[in-house]
């Protein structure tokens, strides 16, 4: 019954190596989003994309890029990780259209950066 | 820009009891909510939506009551079990097209037995 999928559910990196975070969906959903999870700050939008192909930056994108070359895998890529950037991250899909967006959630993963 | 925000990050109720959980959305175009719960170790999972043509939708045990004068949600759950410890969080489709969620910082809930 897994509908979305994170590769990843614990990494440790250490600061300026170049992390990837996979996600993929089965629900054949337009949209997918990246959200990175912190105490007190609750899900903070990094990256969308609601087409392959096509991305949209969220509220906090400084420091990471996406790839979404599938319509089923959206890819959260640290090009150079940072002590600030340890967190969980949430990836999350939904189906294409306002007021049906429903997203469904990852079980996410936690990264931490030395 | 937008916010969402909830009133408490701590609420702790008796096994048995209703508990209420509130949030403030600051954009008023906005038209459609969602509560989810997050349990220890897991994504959230979504508990119930309205749409702002409604003042009140219930579920299996939780209750959402929108007041749109003063830009407030809450998430009413009745005869609280242990299984219900989470934390839950608001979230708000906002004046975007894109389909898009902006999120408060999430409510913990505890249940003592």
């Known amino acids: 019954d897994v509908k979305v999928t994170q590769s990843s559910r614990y990494l440790v990196k250490r600061t300026g190596e170049k992390v990837f975070l996979e996600c993929v969906q089965d629900m054949d959903h337009e949209n997918m989003f990246w959200y990175r999870q912190d105490p007190g700050l609750g899900l903070r939008l990094i990256y969308f994309?609601?087409?392959?192909?096509?991305?949209e930056k969220g509220d906090i994108p400084e420091g990471y890029s996406v790839s979404r070359e599938k319509k089923e895998r959206f890819s959260l890529i640290l090009e150079s990780a940072s002590t600030n950037q340890t967190s969980m991250y949430l990836c999350?899909?939904?189906?294409?259209?306002?007021?049906?967006?429903?997203?469904?959630f990852g079980a996410g993963s936690r990264l931490t950066v030395l | 820009g937008e916010s969402v925000g909830l009133h408490l990050p701590t609420l702790s109720v008796q096994e048995g009891d209703n508990s209420i959980i509130n949030c403030a959305y600051s954009?008023?175009?906005?038209?459609?909510f969602i509560w989810y719960k997050q349990e220890s170790g897991k994504g959230p999972q979504f508990i119930i939506d309205i749409r702002s043509n409604m003042d009140k939708r219930q579920g299996q045990r939780v209750t959402v009551l929108l007041n749109k004068t003063v830009k407030h949600l809450s998430l009413q759950i009745a005869a609280t079990q242990p299984g219900d410890s989470a934390v839950y969080f608001c979230a708000d489709h906002g004046s975007s097209n894109t389909g898009k969620l902006i999120f408060g910082q999430g409510t913990t809930l505890q249940v003592k037995p």
């Open positions: 994309s609601y087409d392959v192909k096509m991305k």
């Open positions: 999350a899909s939904g189906s294409r259209g306002r007021g049906a967006n429903v997203l469904t």
């Open positions: 954009n008023s175009a906005s038209d459609y």
